[in-house]
């Protein structure tokens, strides 16, 4: 063996009792690191021939790379939709790397560590009160769980023509219809060869709504003169925490041949709240939904599941299977996760939101859901108060906003940029119904009333200097 790995390995117990104490630290000080900062190096550095060795490169860590790193996962990080990193979900994320299994066959020769995932899977059903018709499985994000489930709506798109697209290629036009898609599902589009423009937009809801126009909806689909289509629907937007009706759209079902996919990355989680739920009726009869974990769940990045219905499962495999082969026996009971998603290898990525669930069951995510809602009303109500405007009404856990006044326009910009580099908050520029705006998202579990107030003192203090 290399005398920097013996050596590293006489050491282990060493190196891990350092990086947990690193760990300890930056969590315990998290809510005063700054939400930002403009530190910066020089990434040319040259590799050694001779190993630095763990201690040493823990060193060198903490000196250059450790000051770029920011409290995204603290309490008023509000930027895109940013969940933190509960206990519970740092051990398994830790477990993770430490056993280091390759998640593939529910009956492996080696490990099964699949069946883990399975069970993750269907305590996240239970907790989303959604049924066992579907399968689902771990991926990095919301990106790449719509992509494995509009990946299958392609091929289900084909297999209404008789054609194999995953085999053959894209034969024929594929009608997609949306009304306020993530950008993540336009990359998908592109990603999957049907082509980022190729969507029919229908119109949105009157009202200050992103939601789908159902009347519109339907006259588009009577366009497409009895052609199936895929419907690509939101269980909350980004900007306006926005829903499509989904009992509406589930009767439509009836009537209509299509694939019903929702993104449901953080808006999903309103099934877990009886304040919410309501929000989510019908969502059950989709064929396919995207849940993002790094997001409400807080665990940390790289976390998501997609939801298939089981019916679906022989298209799941035309598109993912990862051998010519015909497939043996039944494919729900000779199960590997390689033929039903993008990866091949791949971590054991269940596993921090395994333990979530079992540390905090259903009430903890209850409460963390609850929170973030409550506080997402409260901001609004300071804002209103303190010279600015909502541009939507607050539906759940995002806020979106701007300075009041159409003369104000022109200040949005300096003023989200005077008041990131505070570093004491972290929120994101937006543009809605031809404003610019601003948006701050509340899925952290740590953040607190006195959050918000200490937010909404910088934010006065930072517009009584631009
Ligand atoms: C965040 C988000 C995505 C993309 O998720 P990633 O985890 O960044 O890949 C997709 N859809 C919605 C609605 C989102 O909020």
Redesign the pocket.
Known sequence: MNLILQQDLNDFDIILEKTKQQGIDFLNAIENIPTSNTYTFDTKSVLNELGLGSIEALKEFNERLAPLMVSSSGPRYWG??TGGSTPASIVGDWLTAIYDQNTQAVKAQGGASALVEFETIHLLLQLLELPDAFLGGFV???????FTALGVARQWYGAQFGKDFAKNGISETINILTATP????IKCLSLLGIGSQNYITVKTMEGNREALDMTDLEENIKKLNGKPFILIS?????NTADFDDFEAIASLREKYNFWWHI?????GFAAVSNKYKHLVKGWDGADSI?I?C??WLNVP??S?FFLIKKEHINLQIETFQNSNAPYLGNPLENFNYLNVLPENSRRLRALPAWFSLKAYGKEGFRDIMENSTALALHFGNALIENDFELLAPIRLNNVCFTLKGEHNQEKVAPFLSALNDTGKVFMTPTVYQNKKGIRASFVNWRTTENDVKLVIQEMREVLSKI
């Open positions: 895109f939709v990095t994000g919301a990106t790449m769980s719509n993530h950008s993540s599902s939101s269980a909350g937007t980004v993104d449901g990355a953080f808006g995207t993002d790094h997001k990045y790289e998501a």
